[in-house]
């Protein structure tokens, strides 16, 4: 029997109660709340032979880019298998398949195929949006959402999430203005789009306005911090906020509460927890032993190269804890997946990912300049390995304090100079360009 979800696109084997629990899980996903995969689950309980759910099931776990997943994907792609589909099941069918071979790009383009005839499919839309995202493809986050946005109209469900992804898009784009106007507008949909809030976050983050970002997260809390798995990662932009004012007792405090408190494994929390102590450390702030903490969440999945913006992150955390050992089999792990030659994880590795691994460690070593050495041509190919503008910032940051570190005052003035002409009240570097001055000055009355 086939019926119809409620953006009007034919479903096979389901009931009405499992059509409801359906739509209940895309509403989910789309807010980052509740129990999406419960739902599903309830959904094939009532109904085994519904595609669709078979194929949200499998999306909801090859977003968390995390190998733990990896079977319950494959579950899902049987069960996809073992039920009566039509051509728009099937051509998910290979888009999962190559999501499970690892070619993220192939997958990316079946779902634009699904998109091309079916433009209301919200879930190939959003996983798509979350790729292009994990692939640091900004065009296509733009893009991709604007590409369907003429055959959808704000009374269709779930519009808002159109209109929050665009947002996002448009901030990795640098088109400020726009993404926060359409931030808002998602918001005034649904005041629970907590990916729209998070578009919002990173404007506030890339023009400094903090003392307005503070206020955003703080006013807004209730909408985006309660019941929702993505919350971590916005209070990881209120922790930077606050970083970047120079409160470090509040980002420790945010550290130790909503960020890494519970002691989350999910990837994306993971990488967060990691990143926000890194810019701590790269600062010389004091964290106590709470890379002890991450790196014990890290060690057991470090080593399974699959996406390398994880793998980086991984070795952060193990080598600020001290493990060189675990971090050199990280970097085993993503030489092989180089010899490998299969997927895309292998480019992203090879070309940005690798290089800041064995960075990290120079850093780590003493070995300032093997680890400049290493970053300088990875910075301006950074977006090859994924995440945003902001979470690619650990990049520059990193390159900018081993030189620092490594006594070459010239190349932080360049690079302190750079950052401060794109972000013209950057305090951080504006101290840079003050230390450099400082340091050149008492090198040249010292060689005087």
Not at 153 to 181: K, Q
Request: glycine fraction near 8%; aromatic fraction near 8%.
């Amino acid at each position: 029997m086939t019926q119809n979800d409620h953006r009007g696109l034919a479903l096979t084997g389901a009931t009405d109660n499992a059509i409801a629990l359906y739509e209940k899980a895309i509403g989910e996903f789309q807010c980052y709340s509740g129990d999406p995969v419960a739902s599903i689950d309830a959904a094939l309980a009532d109904s085994p032979d519904f595609a669709m759910a078979h194929i949200l099931r499998a999306y909801l776990f090859i977003t968390g880019t995390d190998t733990r997943g990896l079977e319950d994907v494959r579950a899902a792609r049987r069960g996809l298998d073992a039920a009566p589909g039509d051509n728009r099941a099937r051509m998910h069918g290979l888009a999962i398949d190559a999501f499970l071979a690892g070619d993220f790009e192939a997958a990316l383009e079946r779902l634009e195929d699904i998109l091309i005839l079916w433009p209301h499919d919200v879930v190939a839309l959003q996983t798509a949006h979350l790729f292009d995202f994990l692939l640091g493809d900004a065009r296509n986050l733009r893009d991709r959402v604007a590409r369907r946005l003429s055959a959808w109209t704000p009374s269709d469900p779930g519009y808002h999430i159109l209109i929050g992804m665009h947002a996002f898009g448009l901030e990795e784009c640098n088109d400020y203005a726009r993404a926060e106007e359409r931030g808002h507008e998602a918001l005034a949909l649904n005041p629970r789009d907590c990916w729209a809030h998070h578009a919002v976050a990173h404007v506030l983050e890339m023009q400094e306005r903090r003392d307005e970002g503070i206020r955003w997260m703080n006013e807004r809390e209730v909408q985006w911090a309660h019941d929702n798995f993505f919350c971590v990662h916005n209070w990881w932009h209120l922790a930077l906020y606050h970083l970047e004012q120079g409160d470090h007792d509040r980002v420790l405090e945010l550290y130790d509460g909503p960020v890494q408190g519970g002691q989350s494994d999910a990837m994306m929390d993971m990488v967060d927890a990691s990143a926000l102590l890194w810019r701590l450390k790269l600062r010389n702030i004091d964290v106590g032993d709470r890379w002890r903490g991450a790196a014990d969440i890290w060690q057991p999945v470090a080593e399974d190269g699959y996406y390398a913006f994880n793998d980086v992150h991984a070795v952060m955390a193990l080598i600020a804890d001290g493990r060189m050992a675990a971090a050199a089999r990280t970097v085993i792990a993503m030489e092989r997946t180089i010899e490998r030659g299969i997927g895309s994880n292998v480019a992203m590795t090879a070309e940005v990912g690798l290089p800041f691994a064995r960075a990290l460690i120079a850093f780590e070593t003493g070995a300032f300049d093997e680890c400049v050495r290493l970053l300088r041509p990875v910075r301006t190919r950074a977006y090859r390995f994924g995440g945003s503008h902001a979470q690619r910032d650990v990049l520059d940051q990193t390159l900018i304090e081993a030189a620092r570190r490594g006594g070459d005052h010239r190349l932080v003035k360049v690079l302190a100079s750079e950052r401060r002409e794109a972000k013209p009240g950057d305090a951080y570097a504006r101290s840079l360009l003050h230390t450099a001055a400082n340091e050149n000055q008492a090198n040249t009355t010292k060689v005087a």
